[in-house]
């Protein structure tokens, strides 16, 4: 049985969160590609965090935030 969608608060807060990895990634002068590099992922997944169309594993989002070198509490605020 399929789970259902989540709430538009939740959705839009996981937008937020892809908003603020993508201000980080651009302060740092960095492409999608060059960080999902450095966070060992591929440049698709970073795509679907920035844009929130997919709620990302949590072991994702403490990849990139060490790929930012940005504390995660500030990535998800």
């Known amino acids: ?3 259902a969608p989540p ?3 939740v959705i839009a807060r996981r ?3 892809g908003d603020a990895i993508r ?3 651009l302060r740092r ?3 999608q590609e060059r960080l999902a590099e ?7 997944a970073i795509n679907r965090i920035e844009m929130g169309h ?15 070198d940005t504390p995660l ?5």
């Open 1 to 3: 049985m399929p789970s």
């Open 7 to 9: 709430p538009d608060w």
């Open 15 to 17: 937008r937020a969160i």
């Open 23 to 25: 201000e980080a990634r």
């Open 29 to 31: 002068n960095l492409t």
């Open 38 to 44: 450095l966070a060992g992922l591929d440049r698709l």
């Open 54 to 68: 997919q709620s990302p594993i949590l072991d994702n989002v403490i990849r990139v935030a060490a790929a930012l």
């Open 73 to 77: 509490a500030d990535l998800v605020r």
